[in-house]
Nanobody, 126 residues
Framework: QVQLMESGGGSVQAGGSLRLSCAVS????????MGWFRQAPGEEREGVAA????????VYGDSVKGRFTISRDNAKNTVYLQMNSLNPEDTATYYC???????????????????WGQGTQVTVSS
């Protein structure tokens, strides 16, 4: 049974930073691709960032490039999303997702991912 648990969300003022964590239980983590998605009320779920198994390949959405960084610690079965220079448009529920191997590092195909966390809320005030 694979489970994903996000943490680190909260409220921050514009220009601030947050680091989200996603702890993964189960045997698939080490060879899985990991992604972060977000969904604002009334909006479609949007791909934010993804990372491959060896951390060598990363992909980012255009709206977060240069501000967000995805990383993974395979020893801790955890993937992170460092979010800097936050703005109110970043307000959303953020979800962690896992794509079982063989996997591709993408953020434009939600069906690439077969396990999802429950989400953590990020609120950015102006």
């Amino acid at each position: 049974q694979v489970q994903l648990m996000e943490s680190g969300g909260g409220s921050v003022q514009a220009g601030g930073s947050l680091r989200l964590s996603c702890a993964v239980s189960g045997s698939r983590y080490g060879t899985a691709c990991m992604g972060w998605f977000r969904q604002a009320p009334g909006e479609e779920r949007e791909g934010v960032a993804a990372i491959g198994t060896g951390s060598g390949r990363t992909v980012y959405g255009d709206s977060v490039k240069g501000r967000f960084t995805i990383s993974r610690d395979n020893a801790k079965n955890t993937v992170y999303l460092q979010m800097n220079s936050l703005n109110p448009e970043d307000t959303a529920t953020y979800y962690c997702a896992l794509a079982s191997p063989p996997c591709t590092v993408v953020i434009d195909r939600r069906n690439n991912y077969n396990y999802w966390g429950q989400g953590t809320q990020v609120t950015v005030s102006s």
